[in-house]
């Protein structure tokens, strides 16, 4: 992913996300990367991915299991709004 300098990388990868659940890539409910699978894939910083973990949290798009992961919200009406957005 080629990174826009004038927004800051966290919303850019939170977008892409966002992007890959209204496309299917990621259902409700699903099991989002770990924060180092996501540092690796992006080539990102450890807590950059921390960081847009809580942004997507946030927004209500995703939550975080302590000790099981980050997963999809399982809400429908979430993906609608953001294939709205």
């Not at 966002?18 to 496309?23: A, N």
């Not at 894939?41 to 921390?50: L, R």
Request: proline share 5%; aromatic share 8%.
């Amino acid at each position: 992913m080629k990174f826009d300098s004038s927004l800051p990388i966290y919303l850019q990868v939170a977008y892409e996300i966002k992007k890959k659940i209204v496309m299917g890539g990621f259902k409700p409910g699903d099991k989002l990367p770990s924060t180092k699978e996501m540092a690796v894939e992006y080539s990102i910083n450890p807590n950059t991915a921390v960081r847009i973990y809580q942004e997507l949290e946030s927004q209500g798009v995703c939550e975080i299991k302590r000790g099981l992961g980050t997963f999809v919200i399982e809400s429908e009406q979430v993906v609608e709004s953001l294939k709205k957005e």
